[in-house]
């Protein structure tokens, strides 16, 4: 399958504060989440929590399905993990472009 359209098929966000500490950004809060049109997988990195919900079936998100399908978690953390290497890679590349300006400016 083709990569980027493979990707298109879902949203995926970082987010790094609870609804009580919105200015409080910490490790205890930080998760992604990856949301297709059926599923939605919730994964907190510094803990290694996974939630896993079927929106068709449960829209409110009330029964955690992570431990029942296995299958569904395995691929989406296998999308969630190749678009967090790419926005790694793409921050370091832009870190060492400024590096380089900076050395080559007089």
């Known amino acids: 399958a083709n990569e980027p359209s493979a ?3 879902y949203v ?6 609870s609804e009580e500490t919105v200015f409080d950004i910490g490790w205890r809060w930080f998760r992604y989440s ?8 919730l994964y ?3 803990t290694g929590d996974v939630e896993l919900y079927d929106l068709r079936h449960d829209p409110e998100e ?10 569904v978690v395995e691929g989406l953390m296998g999308l969630l993990r190749r678009h967090i290497r790419a ?3 793409s921050i370091v590349r832009a870190r060492i ?3 380089l300006k900076r050395l080559r400016s007089p």
């Not at 995926?12 to 504060?17: D, L, Q």
């Not at 990856?34 to 997988?41: E, F, Q, T, V, Y």
């Open 12 to 17: 995926i966000s970082e987010v790094g504060h």
């Open 62 to 71: 009330r029964h955690n399905l992570a431990h029942e399908e296995l299958d």
């Open 44 to 46: 907190r990195p510094f």
């Open 87 to 89: 926005e790694l890679a």
């Open 7 to 9: 990707f298109r098929q």
């Open 34 to 41: 990856i949301r297709g049109k059926r599923w939605k997988l």
């Open 97 to 99: 472009k400024r590096a």
